[in-house]
């Protein structure tokens, strides 16, 4: 579906995505993880088209997709959330989704089916669907929540969660992880899945690609990567070669 080859981002001096390269199989949940700056979301707004990449090609369903605006990239069916929620805070729920739905559209939807697409994507992520629900007192998981609702608006056949759990408690965690599973089996989608926390992601992903200073350093399944020593050392440092004196 997604296939991505030799993707390229610079900063000045600074490659923050250094010759990237992976797929992306139709109806899969693909875990994106690496530590802290090591590239996930530059990633993520490359394909997304928020940032355009330095080199490389990213082709979606066969089109080259590369530098194309975001909403072009959205209106052919891909779907992202941003690591950081930022709703708008004036607005109700409802139209904070419905607003996906329309950006999706190009203008093409009527407003009963863009708040019934909201309605539908607000009641699978488990935020209240009333008409006066407002973003007031939503905490960090809410608004990952409302996020997704957002994205799932779209209409996507490509999801990019960009989650990054760091702020929730374990069980907030663990019902973010089967709220993708769920997305991914109830509605068909594709899910890329952007995390750092390891242990939250790999029940649930059929598998796993792991970058570090934007290089992709493993690609495999769960149980390989758990196991592989790149990996290991990248997220608990080296291993002893003898025990201290
Ligand atoms: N617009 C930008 N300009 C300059 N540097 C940037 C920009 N965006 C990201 N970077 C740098 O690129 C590197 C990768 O950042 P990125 O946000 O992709 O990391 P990440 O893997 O998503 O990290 P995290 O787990 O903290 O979310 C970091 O060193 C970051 O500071
Ligand atoms: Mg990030």
Known sequence: MLSVSGLSKRFGGFLAVNQVSFEVRQGELLGLIGPNG???????????GTLAPSAGSIRFDGAEIS?????????????????????FRKLPLIENVALGAYYSQAGGI???EARRRAEEALALVGLPTAADATTHGLGAAALKKLELA?????????????????GLDPAEMAGAARLLADIRSR???TVVWVEHI???LMPVVDRVIVLDHG???FEGSPDTCARD?????????????SPPP
């Open 229 to 241: 020593e790149r990996v290991i050392e990248v997220y608990l440092g080296r291993r002893r070669e």
């Open 150 to 166: 957002r994205a799932i608006a779209t209409g996507p056949k490509l999801l990019l969660a960009d989650e990054s759990l760091g």
């Open 187 to 189: 509605l068909g989608m």
């Open 110 to 112: 009527t407003q009963s």
């Open 198 to 200: 390891m242990g939250a």
């Open 67 to 87: 530098g194309l605006p975001p909403y072009r990239v959205c209106r052919m069916g891909i779907g992202r959330t941003f690591q950081i929620p930022r709703p």
């Open 215 to 217: 290089e992709k350093i």
């Open 38 to 48: 090591s590239g996930k979301s530059t990633t993520f707004n490359l394909i997304a």
